[in-house]
C-alpha cells in the first residue's frame, strides 16, 4: 500500500485506501511517467485477476515502466501508448477501468478538460478518478506556480466531463489530492 512521496518527505496517506482499491480490479495509471509508481504498486494489489494499464505519451517512459516491470516479475501489467489529451486515442476497452489515477500531470495539458474527458471514458460507471498535482506554493522543484492547475477549475472541468467530487485531501507541502466518482 503505497505512501505518496512529495520530494524528500514521505507522506503517510494510503491512496489505495482512499479510493478503494483492491483484488481483482482494473486500473489505469493516466500519464505513469518513467517511474510508473502507481502502476506497479497497483498490479501488486490487484493481484493475478486483476489488469493495470500503465499510459504514457513518452515511448522512453513506457520502456522504463517495462523494463521495471520485468525487474519485478510482474505479469498483470500492460504498457500503452497514447496521447491522454485525445478522446478515444487511449486504447483501453471504453467504460472498463474502476480506478484511474492521474499524478502530476495536469499542468502538462494544453486544455485541461481534455485529459479529464478521456479519463471519464475510460472509467465505469461508479469507477473512481483520483487526481494528485502540484499546489501553487513556492516549492525547491516542481513546475513553474502558474502551470499548476488550481483544485477549484480542475473540480469545474470534471463536472463538466461527468466526474463528481467524492473528496478533497492534502497530500503533502505541495501537492493536493482529488477524488471523483462517474
Known sequence: MPN???GN???KIDVFEKVGLGQGMNIGDLGCGNLGYFALASAKKVGKNGIVYAV???KSALQSV???IKQEGLDNIKTIWSNLEIYGATKIQEASLDIAFIHNVLFHAQEGDSMLREA???LKNGGKLMIIDWRRVISPFGPPLDDRPLPETIKKL???VGLQPVEEFSAGPYHFG???IK
Open 4 to 6: 505518496i512521496q512529495d
Open 120 to 122: 471519464a471514458r475510460l
Open 66 to 68: 517495462e523494463n521495471r
Open 178 to 180: 482529488l477524488i471523483f
Open 158 to 160: 470534471a463536472s463538466g
Open 56 to 58: 504514457d505519451i513518452l
Open 9 to 11: 518527505q514521505l507522506i
